[in-house]
């Protein structure tokens, strides 16, 4: 097993603009949970956080999958206090004979997360680790993660951060 992964996924904010949530709600269904769209609906232009929010759940599964198998609608972005994104997963597929595997794999890794978007696109990277790597990394993310949003900012100038 890995002690690390990155994923990473970059989209336009036009797709979710020409998909709006109230002509297409069942597509906004499969994809985005009730905190997902009242977080992204809680702004007054939602799209960009929609975008930044399934960036989020690309990076994570493309990162998630070095370690476990699992599907992107397994994955929930929801936030702290301080709007930071955090990835949670849930996986209670009870079809799944490896249900109970699949939930002790989850509990010896974690997960990373930060979107940014400018006027047309969002970006979101993911980073997981193993509970030793994480350990490690812990203690110094706070001074990562600013320098990981300061190149995105220096590269994609934008209004918002999250």
Known sequence: MANWS????????EKFQRYNIEEHRSFYNKIFNDY???YCQSYKDPHPHFAGIFAAKEAV???INEFVKIEL????????KTKKPI??????????KKLE????QLKKITIKVSIAHTEKTAVAWALVLSQDQAEKLDENW????????DVIQNEFPSKNTT
């Open 36 to 38: 997902e769209t009242k």
């Open 101 to 104: 595997e699949i939930n002790q």
């Open 142 to 149: 706070d001074d990562i993660d600013k320098t990981i949003q």
């Open 61 to 63: 599964y493309k990162a």
């Open 87 to 96: 990835a949670k997963i849930d996986y209670k597929d009870k079809n799944n």
């Open 73 to 80: 609608y397994h994955i929930f972005i929801s936030h702290d």
């Open 6 to 13: 990155i994923g990473i996924d970059i989209i336009e904010i």
